[in-house]
């Protein structure tokens, strides 16, 4: 999901378009569009609000996806969806970068 503003004109009167044709489409994009600012902003505070709404919805694969970061909670906040864990850690007053999250040995 891109930021609306690096969207043309073009593709930003096609979403409008779909949106209001379709409401399964408007609720999926607003998801969609919630969910990558929560990531890309790190703003874990409101994930929970994004799940419950996610799988409150009628989105099958939105709610299979949220019901899987439900599970996977507790390590999504011990990793890198909170702006303040580096801060807090090492007193930096800017964000860390993401960390490098490596995949469990078999």
């Given at each position: 999901v891109q930021h609306p503003e690096r969207l043309t004109?073009?593709?930003q009167t096609l979403i409008v378009g779909l949106c209001e044709a379709?409401?399964?489409i408007a609720t999926a994009h607003a998801l969609a569009r919630d969910f990558a600012t929560i990531a890309r902003e790190r703003q874990g505070e409101r994930l929970d609000t994004w799940i419950a709404d996610a799988i409150a919805g009628d989105i099958s694969d939105l709610r299979r996806f949220?019901?899987?970061l439900l599970a996977d909670k507790a390590a999504i906040r011990a990793g890198r969806w909170s702006s303040t864990r580096h801060e807090r850690r090492s007193g930096a007053t800017e964000p860390c970068r993401p960390c490098r999250v490596r995949a469990p040995r078999r």
């Open positions: 004109a073009e593709q379709d409401e399964a949220a019901l899987g």
